[in-house]
């Protein structure tokens, strides 16, 4: 037996779950979950998550993927299928600091997130030791604010076709719209969750010196022209007035992997999907 | 347009899905929400609830019914139907402690909850004036260990047949089982989190004297023989040294009364299965 | 014995807490609890509270009051001495929205709360039921944007002298600088924790609209041409796709009840100090 | 400037914070925080934790250290001077899961928690490849049911004179009284918070089939004896029926990860008192 994971993204209407649930019957799939959303009662858009378990002997890939090419004709959407076991590609951008490459690193050594780093590139060296200790590659691409489209475009060389997509763990550099287009998949940031408060450098400094008793962590899409696109996870913490900027800052880290983990996990079991400005993350 | 939920509750097999969501299509029903969970991939059980909207002068009640007695049968297994405008009636069963009958009180005048108490039983006074001020029946019914089966009796005249589920708010009279059957439908208890450590009395004095970090409350089914039956809802909180047993009771409160209100706004709105010694609760 | 507070606020200095706990000593009290904190190693402000035991037979309150007086000049700050047995007296003023009113309420009928409920004023009639089941005076003052200076005023002449603080539970009128500055001691007020997002009329719908993954709450200090004056106390809970508007609506209300009851506690227990935009709040 | 840590520990008396702050004035040291905690207020024992800044050319430790072994005999208790350059030397014993020593092992890479990782021992060479990565020296002893004593004996020689402490990070063997006493300094271990629900083998399968809906991470001092000693620090989370015990395992190593980090942090920080059964943790 294989599992499969099909996701409708379509205008909702009348009969809809029976219909997509009728084909996957129809194929001989035995459905083992089943997640939908409808974004509004009139006029809404449908989104569904089914997994399901078949014979491929008995009914072949092509078949499968044939019927749900001619659903999404149907249904005016959009159906795509996922076999389980191949798992999604990742690459990672880092700058300085690793604590999130290193949590992403060390869970995919377990076994624990159904993702696949693929490389890892670098901004500067500091995460190339942690990376190669776990076999993954890393690449030194320099960049900074002078020799943006170069480095992008050399990022672009390394991870076009290599991966399916990118996580932006705390690197330092902004992304252009240009290279978001050339890309052409999903690109995941992970930040503080202050925005649009504290916005630029030293966050955690001035969250200190506003008092705040809760602090948070951020993972979302990239959305050109956004500061923050659409959110797919949050995490927070209660703090004090014991708490110095410093204490924050490593609360945050610990907020950082934790919401990033979190996000990765549910992206990389097709969990989440997009719709406008906000997500649906199935549980 | 009319709004109804539907549980089912039966083997799991191929093609389930499909089959209930095709029965409600045909009913011309609307599918709002729906989930599902199967308790194990081979031989297990099937749960699901659905919210569907319809218009009951082209498709009468009688027919809806009729249709899902028939699945019922088909599918060896349970199939009910609720009107979604119906609200549950709840009796309480109080003693000296209110926090949680007057956060229920409070919630239900809100019209938070969709559900109606129907009536509150204390066995001593101490809930009538807030009872009374909401305009619920209050009932004293002076019960004790040596007065059991009488103040039992007298109980279940009264929550018998105006009652769908009875919700024991800090009640501190065991119910026994002759009472359980008699009644015949949910009990819903609250009580702290630390089963099976700190029986007895006196628990919150046991757990600061063990020093514990987490303290909880848990909001559970009554079933006969067990200390605590299934758990619906757990609600925890951080403490320290700091809390004395005083404060750790003062926060215990307040987790009662929100374990409670969460889980009877799940069991209300119809999203709770009793699965053996486990629950179901779609959220 | 009776036992009494002290609340230190000074510039720091070396020294300082051997001669105010020296000074207790002298006085034949017996610490029970002493919490301190300073905001800068170098040049900062020295914040201490102290909590102790003694027998007015043998240590007179004007003896106390004119020892800690004494110390306020040579500090060159303030020292404040609160008997204990004397509860915060409390003003509530209140819209239509009476979760908050509700739960402090409740919460001082149980004694949880070292306060007193001096009386409500409401610029609409929906808590006067309530209010008056507790026992409490309630007023009646319907304030709009059009009557503020009268409205104001009539306020002014019930709160002044009766109150020690003034609590905005959902209270829907800004009051002015000029009543601030009348009234003249601490306004503590409630509100959604988005600020500076999502600021006007239906924060709750622009959060759903955002899709947010976390809601929350925060008590703090009114302070004149901010929107946002010290925070006290923030509240967070995570939330779903699956939260409509009136979901997130009714998560705030317990949020708002429980940062409020956990704000007023702090501060009727006296662990809270304003220092510039920010709070220290000793657990 | 340097800066010092001291821990007092002694029967409760009036005027006891007064003459140790006032001994810290004396050796002009500059308190930048003290906290201190009566376990009773009648007959307690007291706990103070001072952190105080002093230029040791004019104090020498020499005077500081035999200040307070005089003090100790005043008080009939015990002080201890800590100077806080001097990082904490952990061992940790580790088995085949990782996840523990992984998080321990980049948390101190970071300079994130004051302490040095000086040895790891593993009954199985898992953890041998990350640990040299980050240039600390790992020991395989085998050490089975069969072999105890023998084991033991070999992990004695290597941590005793090394280590200030010993950390079992998911070490799975049980260690004899005798080892603790030979050892004679604190153990400190990390497992799940079910118990004594869920006792032996399979906790998270026996908790997945209870259906709880909180799980848990207790860090607690190993004590002779006790399935679990005095608990430093507790982490839980939400879970629900979706949770396959799979899923409850990879959350709970994350809540083990965060427990221990934090247990860790406090007792660097030299913020963790054992009082009996229980702790005392100042924040």
Request: neutral net charge.
């Given at each position: 037996?294989?599992s499969?994971?099909?996701?409708v993204r379509c ?8 219909r ?6 129809w ?5 083992v979950?089943?997640d939908?959303?409808?974004?509004s ?24 993927e044939s ?21 999604l ?15 992403v690193?060390?869970?995919?050594s377990?076994g624990?997130?159904p ?6 590139v ?24 002078d ?17 399916d997509?990118?996580v932006?763990a ?21 930040h503080?969750?202050?925005?649009p ?10 969250a200190?010196?506003?008092?705040v008793?809760?602090?948070?962590a ?34 945050g880290?610990?907020l ?11 992206y ?6 997009r ?9």
């Amino acid at each position: 037996m294989e599992s499969a994971i099909v996701l409708v993204r379509c205008p909702d209407r009348k009969g809809l779950i029976a219909r997509i649930t009728g084909l996957v019957s129809w194929l001989e799939g035995n459905i083992v979950t089943a997640d939908q959303y409808t974004t509004s009662p009139e006029g809404g858009s449908f989104y569904m998550r089914l997994e399901f378990c078949l014979e491929p002997s008995r009914t072949g890939w092509d078949r499968i993927e044939s019927a749900f090419a001619a659903l999404s004709v149907e249904l005016q959407g959009e159906c795509r299928v996922y076999r389980s076991g191949v798992p999604l590609r990742v690459g990672i951008l880092v700058s300085r600091q690793t604590h999130c490459l290193a949590d992403v690193l060390f869970r995919q050594s377990l076994g624990e997130l159904p993702l696949q780093v693929a490389l890892v590139v670098g901004n500067h060296p500091d995460g190339r030791a942690l990376t190669e200790h776990y076999g993954v590659p890393f690449h030194l691409v320099p960049a900074t604010r002078d020799n943006r489209a170069e480095a992008e475009a050399q990022i672009l060389e390394r991870v076009s076709g290599t991966t399916d997509c990118l996580v932006l763990a705390r690197y330092m550099q902004v992304l252009t719209g240009d290279f978001l287009r050339a890309y052409g998949r999903d690109v995941i940031n992970i930040h503080h969750s202050f925005l649009p408060s504290f916005k630029g450098a030293r966050p955690y400094e001035q969250a200190w010196e506003r008092g705040v008793k809760v602090i948070g962590a951020t993972a979302h899409f990239v959305s050109e022209g956004l500061d923050e696109g659409p959110i797919i996870e949050q995490q927070v913490l209660r703090v004090s007035h014991r708490d110095d900027a410093e204490a924050l800052k490593r609360k945050g880290r610990t907020l950082e992997q934790l919401a990033l983990a979190s996000a990765l996990e549910a992206y990389a079991r097709r969990r989440v999907f997009r719709h406008g400005i906000r997500t649906i993350v199935f549980e």
